[in-house]
């Protein structure tokens, strides 16, 4: 396990349960407090806790940051108020995908950029390089923040009880400052699940006490099961499996699983929630207003839904079921067993245009038997 402080100051709290863990770069992440069904359940029901150590987070400032950031990503932020959110692409020249942003304005001082951990630096410095006489200063501040989210229809609840200033329900995509348990944090809601989802940047010095506090409120992170059902808020700690179903189920791609730096954001099905067409340039701009206009992608992620619980495993090729030859048109990116379906297999997957369609049969390798595959709306919400 990492030696990172930043990964090991909540696991002396999750080692006590029985808590298994997946790495994710650097990170480690608990893969399931070995109750799966019961951490699933929650996202649905209750509220589920999560560690998120693969979250890195940016701080900007100066008078030009806000034109800056205009100049730099896919959508439009010069429009974005104080306490709102917004996601955006950071693309190369070719239009290429370089990172998922989601951009938070929690006051008038200071923008935050929150982005996968293991491309904050590099964002950072990417940035840089077009800073010239602009009042822009940027930093990486991963290692002084960690992000702790909660996933469910009780993730406002059970925050509330821990907060020491009133927390006013947020809509998705707005965010606020906040005070709790006496530390100022900052908090923004992106429902990734299908369930509101409820993110929060703690400061690291205090997100251990912040873990502990959440999850005494709901009686542990692996509760008692009789007196948790007595409880006002049902919840519990939630790992990466529990979480995975969910987000998968509501369509929810993530950058460097689904899609990565090889991927353009029309392939990657993004373009509504992440790219205006009425803002002014940034890089990559001019390939995808032209494919906008003029074309389409070579290919595009989908959703999948397969006849029975075998489950095709990320990376398993796709293939055409409309003939003998069975030409290979894609890969499988994410795949989960989904209570949603009854139990039966679901699926990511970047596929070959043309045959991505909904309702198209194409087929899949899956413990060892080609299966059908049926493409569908990659969310089930």
Same mark, same amino acid.
């Given at each position: 396990m990492s030696g990172d402080p930043t990964t090991n100051l909540c696991h002396s709290l999750q080692d006590g349960t029985e808590a298994t863990y997946v790495?994710?770069?650097?990170?480690?992440?608990?893969?399931?407090?070995?109750?799966?069904? +019961?951490?699933?359940?929650?996202? &649905?029901?209750?509220?589920?806790?999560?560690?998120?150590?693969p979250r890195g987070l940016i701080e900007m400032r100066?008078? =030009?940051?806000? +034109?800056?950031? #205009? +100049?730099?990503?896919?959508?439009?932020?010069?429009?974005?108020?104080? &306490?709102?959110? &917004?996601? +955006?692409?950071?693309? =190369?020249?070719?239009?290429?995908?370089?990172? =998922?942003?989601?951009?938070? #304005?929690? =006051?008038? #001082?200071?923008t935050h950029v929150i982005v996968d951990v293991h491309d904050a630096q590099r964002l950072v410095e990417g940035f840089n390089q077009y800073i010239f006489t602009e009042d822009v200063e940027l930093e990486n501040q991963s290692n002084r923040y960690r992000q702790i989210s909660l996933h469910g229809p009780a993730a406002h609840e059970l925050l509330g009880t821990i907060c020491t200033e009133p927390l006013v329900n947020l809509d998705p995509w707005c965010c606020t400052s906040i005070l709790i348990e006496g530390y100022r944090c900052r908090v923004f809601r992106r429902d990734e699940t299908g369930s509101p989802g409820l993110h929060i940047i703690c400061p690291l010095a205090h997100v251990a006490t912040i873990y502990k506090n959440l999850s005494g409120a709901v009686g542990g992170l692996v509760p008692d099961v009789e007196i948790s059902a007595k409880r006002t808020i049902v919840g519990r700690g939630i790992g990466w499996s529990a979480y995975n179903t969910a987000r998968i189920e509501a369509g929810a791609s993530i950058y460097h699983i689904d899609y990565g730096p090889d991927t353009l954001p029309h392939e990657a099905a993004l373009i509504e929630q992440t790219v205006s067409f009425t803002k002014g340039c940034y890089p990559g701009q001019e390939i995808v207003a032209r494919m906008e206009n003029l074309g389409h992608p070579k290919r595009l992620l989908v959703g999948l839904h397969l006849d029975d619980a075998r489950l095709p495993i990320a990376g398993a090729q796709v293939f055409d079921s409309s003939n003998d030859d069975a030409q290979i048109v894609g890969a499988v990116t994410s795949s989960t067993v989904s209570p949603m379906r009854g139990g039966k297999a679901i699926g990511l997957a970047m596929v070959k245009w043309g045959l991505c369609q909904i309702g198209t049969e194409l087929s899949v390798f899956a413990d060892g038997k080609r299966m059908l595959a049926v493409v569908a709306n990659p969310s089930m919400f």
């Open positions: 790495p994710y770069g650097d990170h480690h992440v608990v893969e399931t407090f070995g109750a799966y069904e +019961a951490e699933y359940a929650v996202i &649905r029901k209750g509220v589920g806790i999560m560690d998120m150590p100066g008078a =030009d940051r806000t +034109a800056f950031l #205009q +100049a730099m990503v896919t959508n439009d932020v010069a429009s974005l108020d104080s &306490r709102q959110a &917004r996601r +955006a692409l950071y693309l =190369d020249k070719a239009g290429r995908i370089q990172a =998922d942003l989601v951009i938070c #304005q929690f =006051d008038e #001082q200071v």
